[in-house]
């Protein structure tokens, strides 16, 4: 029914940039809050980075002045620009959307597959 695709990972050496891409596609009335998070080995997954469909962001501490998302709603993608990237950045990076299919219902969840970003010292 929706589908959320991640571009743009890779790798990349300490002090470096990426930009991450999620598309999300399908049968979308509305799409809320989009974000993205991170899973490390070991690792819990936790918060990149949200923003509402107004633009109000939000960000995990250890991305703050490093990291900015943003959205194109006309084009349901939302983006994250990675800068003085570091070794402990290195996860797997998921988009996440909160989606209304229906609007007598409320938002879903909805992850993408997850793309690899790896920080080399």
């Known amino acids: 029914q929706v589908q959320l695709v991640e571009s743009g990972g890779g790798l990349v050496q300490a002090g470096g940039s990426l930009r991450l891409s999620c598309a999300a596609s399908g049968r979308i009335f509305r799409l809320e809050d989009m974000g993205w998070y991170r899973q490390a080995p070991g690792k819990q997954r936790e918060l990149v980075a949200t923003?509402?469909?107004?633009?109000?962001?939000n960000y995990g501490d250890s991305m703050k002045g490093r990291f900015t998302i943003s959205r194109d709603n006309a084009k349901n993608t939302v983006y994250l620009q990675m800068n003085s990237l570091k070794p402990d950045d290195t996860a797997v990076y998921y988009c996440?959307?909160?989606?209304?299919?229906?609007?007598?219902?409320?938002?879903?969840?909805?992850w993408g597959q997850g793309t690899q970003v790896t920080v080399s010292a």
């Open positions: 996440n959307g909160k989606v209304v299919i229906n609007p007598l219902f409320r938002p879903a969840d909805y």
């Open positions: 923003i509402t469909s107004g633009g109000t962001t």
